[in-house]
């Protein structure tokens, strides 16, 4: 595929490459994530996705994009909201899955005499979810309450206090979610899984702050060299994958009834004002909710942890919590006036100007914190980037090394890593990923979000 | 053509490429091919049996909702399924049943967790002797 090259940091795919391309796809990318991106089809499938009926502005993707099911995931898209359609595949199967950044009373000096001890409590109280019980259990009525009001529920029993939701992109609830709108059979996947961290790339990983970029920004967060903190990286579990796959199919139905085309079965959608996509987006924002919960009794699992093995003077404050598979209702400039549109992020992080926006890197490297940039608002409907972004596949991954060289390789650069399963170590290996300086690097340079501080983890728990 | 399948290199997911002698025992190499990645099938005993049914409006629907029958018991129950028996397919859905066992930490070895099967990629076809099928999983 021949690209456009704009400037370093920027390639556009023009409408005219395939028949059917409704506007350009623009790619953030350097030279060299550049040759990483073309060895699968996510171009290929950023051009797909060009092709949305009512998309506004570009598609664009990320410099993490690589090949997804339908969407690229790290791609971005906005439509109409009056005559555009929404699409469950550009969301993504974990439906709200995102970040959430706790600071902490602790420094690295205190915590690392008793590292071993907090890796090992945090492994034992959040659960992985796959092949273990939650700690939480819900009733009917309880999990109906999740889905409408997300972390309030946990707030109200208990688990984390007012400034969590202060701290919490939407402030953890979406509204117009319904819990009808959500089936029965997603709810049975969910109800058991509230609290868990799941499998394949999803994290605890506590870090400290390795280098601070901008003092004034950190020092907002009472971030300061070696601070610990905490990453939390999860989603809506089984019962947002359900919902994905419920509307998938509905909307791949109703497809025929709107007279709607696209070139992967995967990217199936309907009108947003139909019926049909109206329901989606209730399912949605209920899944949402969902993820959001999660996080936080994942947050005050990890409180709890620390103070077992800190003292009950320990707190671990929230700093921001973003989600980065999901479809907004935003209102943006597109060709100089205000439209209201709906923003599909598939692997996308928000990034309003001076939002948190947080990119994990692979485990054992770095973790970004940076802030959005009035540039996102110009160009990418707000968005920038969430992670380093898989180059190998797994089964790859898999090849020539052990969970426990990968486990002794990481302690011998001081990082106590604890995995319920092997693959969660080999599959994910840090090798496996992109270069997260490179893709930081882009969207800095790119002016979407900017440096705030590089975080350095220390003790990594996985499903 | 006896059934077989094998795992496909996939960036950030996984494919299954699953054959048979027709297009049901293509779907039970598939459906062993999906309990092989969530485990280690091997320790599992048919000591269950659950119902399956898929409904779709085509073959790509009914083949998709078969397997993620296979993700509903396994994250609903914790059963992993190690034999199937297709008991009828019809222009409106598969029925069928799996016999497997719960999945228990003392005896058992966790892999990777599926979150759904997906049409991406997917391809249902006819093969010299037999029948092939392709389908992606979401991980």
């Known amino acids: ?463 | 053509m006896a059934p077989w399948f094998e795992l496909l290199e996939h960036t950030s997911d996984v494919g299954i490429l699953a054959r048979g002698a027709n297009r049901e025992e293509a779907l039970i190499a598939a459906s062993h091919a999906l309990a092989s990645i969530l485990v280690d099938p091997a320790a599992f005993r048919p000591v269950e049996e659950r119902y399956f049914r898929a409904p779709g409006s085509d073959e790509a629907a009914q083949i998709v909702n078969w397997l993620n029958e296979i993700l509903f018991f396994f994250d609903t129950e914790g059963i992993v399924f190690v034999e199937f028996a297709i008991d009828s397919w019809t222009s409106h859905e598969i029925t069928g049943r799996a016999k497997g066992e719960r999945f228990d930490a003392e005896r058992h070895e966790l892999r990777t967790g599926v979150k759904a099967a997906t049409y991406h990629q997917f391809e249902n076809h006819a093969i010299p002797g037999g029948w092939e099928l392709r389908i992606f999983v979401d991980v």
């Open chain 1, 1 to 463: 595929m021949h690209l456009e090259k704009i400037d370093d940091y920027r390639w556009l795919i023009p409408k005219s490459y395939k028949a059917g391309m409704r506007t350009d796809a623009m790619i953030y990318a350097n030279e060299r994530l550049l040759e990483a991106i073309r060895q699968d089809q996510s171009l290929e499938q950023a051009a797909n996705v060009a092709m949305l009926p009512g998309i506004v502005g570009r598609a664009l993707a990320m410099p993490d994009i690589h090949q997804g099911y339908g969407f690229p995931i790290g791609g971005v898209a906005a439509v109409d909201e009056h005559d555009g359609v929404v699409s469950p595949g550009g969301v993504g199967f974990d439906i709200n899955c995102g970040v959430r950044l706790l600071s902490s009373t602790l420094t690295l000096k205190e915590v690392r005499p008793k590292l071993r001890e907090l890796v090992h409590q945090l492994f034992r109280d959040i659960p992985s979810g796959t092949g273990q019980s939650s700690r939480v259990t819900l009733s009917d009525a309880d999990l109906n309450r999740v889905l409408e009001t997300g972390p309030r529920w946990a707030i109200e029993h208990g688990m984390g206090s007012e400034a969590d939701l202060d701290h919490t992109e939407e402030r953890g609830c979406i509204p117009g979610a319904d819990p009808y709108a959500v089936s029965e059979r997603a709810k049975q996947r969910g109800r058991a899984q509230l609290g868990t961290l799941g499998s394949g790339n999803h994290f605890l990983e506590v870090q400290y702050v390795e280098e601070i970029f901008d003092q004034k920004t950190a020092a907002q967060h009472n971030l300061d060299k070696d601070r610990i903190v905490v990453l939390i990286h999860t989603g809506s579990r089984g019962l947002g994958h359900q919902v994905c796959t419920d509307y998938v199919s509905q909307l791949d139905q109703a497809m025929r009834k709107y007279d709607l085309h696209v070139p992967d079965r995967q990217l199936a959608c309907a009108p947003i004002r139909s019926p049909e996509g109206q329901r989606y987006l209730q399912a949605m924002a209920a899944a949402a909710n969902f993820a959001w919960t999660n996080r936080q009794c994942i947050a005050d699992a990890a409180r709890g942890a620390f103070q077992r093995i800190f003292g009950e003077g320990v707190n671990l404050p929230a700093i921001y919590d973003v989600a980065h598979n999901i479809a907004k209702r935003e209102v943006h400039m597109v060709d100089g006036k205000q439209k209201r549109v709906v923003v599909h992020r598939k692997g996308a992080t928000r990034a309003f100007p001076n939002q948190a926006v947080f990119i994990p890197g692979s485990m054992g490297t770095a973790s970004y914190f940076l802030t959005g940039q009035e540039g996102a608002m110009r160009e990418t409907f707000g968005s920038a980037c969430h992670g380093a972004g898989r180059v190998m596949s797994r089964s790859a991954a898999k090849k020539g090394v052990t969970a426990k060289e990968i486990q002794k390789e990481l302690e011998s650069r001081g990082i106590i890593v604890e995995s319920l399963t092997r693959e969660g170590l080999t599959e994910e290996k840090p090798e496996a990923y992109k270069d997260i300086e490179s893709v930081v690097d882009v969207v800095h340079n790119a002016g979407l979000a900017a440096r705030v501080a590089r975080l350095r983890p220390i003790g990594v728990i996985k499903g």
